[in-house]
Structures are given as C-alpha cells and as structure tokens.
C-alpha cells in the first residue's frame, strides 16, 4: 500500500499490560496520534479546530490486531486517507522496526461536526485536497 | 439484541479530552474491562488464565462511535459472545444511562493464544458453553 | 485519620502494568476522581468549574507507595481537606478492601485559577468551608 | 542541577484533558518512561530485570506543578539520580521546549524488591555506580 505520512515511536512500559504487551487500546492512542500529527503536515491543527468550533470526530474504527510490541520496541505508524462522501477514510498501519512485520492495520472513519452538528468543511476539504487523490 | 451481561460505570474526567468528551480509545478500555468481569462470572480470570500460559488475545475489533460521553456521565456496557470457528465473538454496546441512547457498537474478536501459539482451550470451550447458545 | 468522603473502586487489569501491579501514575488518576466526585457532594463540578473561567489546578502531590493493588482487588479512597492559605489541601488514602491495608498515601495541593491567574474564589471557599473546620 | 541524562518527548493530544493541558498524572508517565530509558543507557532493562525477579518499585512521589503543557508542545526530561540508604532517588525535571520554562520537578524514590523482599541489588549498585558520585 502507499503512504502519505510515517512517523516512528518506541513503546512506553507503561502502555504494557500484564501480558507483557502493548494493551490493544494503546494501539488507537497512536494512530490518533499520528492522524494529529499528519493533519499538521498539511496545516491543520486538532485542538486549534476545535477551538473554532470544528471538531473532526471519529465515526467509526476497525483494528486488525495481527503481531504485539512489546516494551522498548520501536515501531512505525503509517497513514493513507481518502474521501468517500463526506467521512475521511484514513488507512492506518502499524509496523514493528526490528523486522518491519505488520503489526496492526487500521481503518478509521473521521466526519467534521460544525458547531456540534455534522458538515462538510471547506477548510478540511481544501487541506485535505492536496493529499486526497 | 438480547445481552448475558452488563454491567454500570461512571465516566471519569481523566478519561476525556480536549473535546469534553471521552476519547476514542477509552470506550477500549471500557470494553475490555466488561469482558473481563463478564468472563469471571463464567469462572474465569484474564490474570489468572495469562499466569498458567493461557492467554485470550484480541484479534480484531470495530467500534461505531454514535453518541459521546460526557463527563459524569453513567453508562451501561452490555456484552454478549458467539462462537465463529475458533473465535469468541464479543457484541459489546455502551448505552448513557440518561436516556438509554446507544452509544457505541463494537464487535471483538478474541481467540486462544496456548504457551504462546494459537491453540483450543479445553477449558475457555467448556466455560463460554455455558453461555453461548 | 478522619475522612469527609470515601468510595470503593475495583481495579482494571488495564490499569496494571507488566510488573501485574496497577501502574503508579494511575493512583493519581484515581485520587483525581475521588477528588471530582467529592466535589459534587459539595455542590460543585469541575467540568462545569472550568466551562466558567475556574480552574483547580493541582500544584503539588505527594504519594508514599506501601502496597501494591492487583487486578481485580476492590480499593476504598479516602480523602479529607483543609486550607493551608490560599491552597486547599487534600489528604488522600487508598486502602484495600481484602484487609484494609494501606497502599497509598497521598497529599494533594490545589489552587484556584481564575480566568488564566491565580485567585481566591468565593465560591469553592463556600462550597468547602461546609467541610473544612 | 547538574543532569546525567536527558530526552525529548511531545505533547500527545490524548495526554490532555478537558482543561486543554496535559493531565497530571501524565507527567508521572513521562517520568517513568525517562527512568525506564535512562537506566537502558546503564546497561538495565526495567521488563529484563522484572523477569529475572528484581523489580524496582516507586516507595515515593513529589511532583510541584509549576507550569502546564499543552498539545503539541515539545519538553525535555531530564534526571539525575542518587542513592540514599537503600533507596535510589531520582530527581526528574521537565522543561518547555519553546521557552525552557520548568513545567514539573518531581522527586522519586525507588527500592529494589527482589523475589518480592526489599532488597539490595549488587547488579543495581554496580550499574548505578558509575552515574552516581
């Protein structure tokens, strides 16, 4: 698959749980991440949007959990997006650096809520646009 | 849909974001939470199972977001589990107490990971019978 | 000790880390809630607090770790408060419920931050001089 | 303060709460992880050791909170470390990036269990040794 966006972490001990693994939940808190920091590459800014009333809300979320990190693991978050009518669709994979084995794919479905309703944002469309084939 | 279990819980402030409302990532830790009270009241125990090299792994899970969290809010998780080849298959829903509104839909794949490979459970197989029909 | 408010929690095994004992950080996570909901039965919200220019703002915390919580171990926080200046002072204990042991002893400094500053408000000096003697 | 180790972390926006600022029991994470990855630069790994049934474990807390972080923002950790008694303390300061502002000094003490005793640690001595003067 192509990407548009990567950025490398290492794990945290403390996102380990007692299977000695990284807890499935953690593995959405990158990828949120990662979209917060992708946004910012083509200019925009989660906290700032909100603030102005523009809150980019995640609809809906599908996590294939295929390999586990452990603590101190490096790992690489990658991120494709399109649009398909009004959701953001952003394609989020996870691979482990050691080996480059996959270990999370991700699919997370993003709507813009406008002052607390469902819209279409021409400031989104517009940034989005000059990744969005 | 008919539920075997549920259980009650009250959002707490550190769980929410910048948004005032419940991260994504959260309703996670809501619902492995639930099935893991959920799995005690069948006799077993996710800490336990994991200290005798018996551990339930999540493979895959889809979560809709349709109402957020506040916080304060009381919610409801309810839980219900299939069998599909060798896979448990939680339906887990979150309801806000206040009106009973849904408010996120997940599906959660599980399967037994034995000494560290995919395997049966004897024991897993006898405990979910009780319950899945 | 004598406490002005107590509630009695159930560890999550998300909360615990690979050590299988609950992560330091969230006894402070913990000791938070209590807080917020002490604050309820006193007639304020801290939400609410913030959505109207008030902040409390932690500014200081002390915690002696004694004994560790597992997962599954129900736990009781107990908190008292006095005024130190302008600080509120919250005592705070976590003991398990199995045998009372305490596991944690913690010590919270607070402040008022009005409108970005620090401040005196009259409001939360009225909501807790119903408890503070 | 003289500093034996330092690194460089960013703001997550998940790490915030509704007050817009990084939670503080956050910090507390940052603090972990920065002990987890300065002990590795000694020779040490926090899961390692735990598997071979030497645990350090936090006795001891102090956090002041003397400026918040907000989403985005970068900050230094830094540390130093020295032994008192059977205890090793860390001291763990946190700075803004953007203005070099100390955010957070915290005090943490640790003690070495081993096979669940209090205990002293001929490897941990060794290898803290040669940082602590």
Redesign the interface.
Known sequence: MDYVFEKKFEV???E?????IV????Y??YM??TR?LFI?TIGL???DL?NRGI?T?????????KK?L???DEFLCKLNVRKEGIKYVFLQDIYRVSDMALCTRGRVEAVAVIDGRLGVSGELDNAFGVVIR
Chains 1, 2, 3, 4 share one sequence.
């Open positions: 945290r001990d403390y380990c749980d007692v299977q000695g807890n499935n939940a953690n959405q808190h949120e991440h917060h910012k800014d989660f906290v909100h809150d809300v995640v609809s809906k979320v599908e996590i294939s959990y586990s452990k603590g101190g």
